[in-house]
């Protein structure tokens, strides 16, 4: 079964840290392309962080310093390590990614989603 598998959420205080990560099953060739979304309760889903299989990252602005994205081509994982918390960050992440199957066929694919909570 070809899907994308979160994990590392959980309950942090403000100024803490997680790792999320995104793994691809053992049926996916390689990522092209991964990012990070989160959906507050309330709000529209947002982009928090992408990245190429070439390394090329990009970041929401409110993120900018606190958050790396990084990817393992040897493991088809990509992590978002989340630095100085805050409470605002608050929301369900989800990763989506465009995949290569052996034999080339590409495909975009969401993860189940993992809450992050920061509070005190």
């Known amino acids: 079964q070809v899907q994308l598998v979160e994990s590392g959420g959980g309950l942090v205080q403000p100024g803490g840290s997680l790792r999320l990560s995104c793994a691809a099953s053992a049926s996916v060739f390689s990522i092209n392309a991964l990012t990070w979304y989160r959906q507050a309760p309330g709000k529209e889903r947002e982009l928090v962080a992408s990245?190429?299989?070439?390394?090329?990252?990009n970041y929401a602005d409110s993120v900018k310093g606190r958050f790396t994205i990084s990817i393992v081509n040897a493991k088809n994982t990509v992590y978002l390590q989340m630095n100085s918390l805050k409470p605002e960050d608050t929301a369900a992440y989800y990763c989506?990614?465009?995949?290569?199957?052996?034999?080339?066929?590409?495909?975009?694919?969401w993860g189940q989603g993992t809450q992050v909570t920061v509070s005190s």
């Open positions: 990245i190429t299989s070439g390394g090329n990252t």
């Open positions: 989506n990614a465009w995949i290569v199957r052996p034999g080339g066929i590409s495909l975009n694919l």
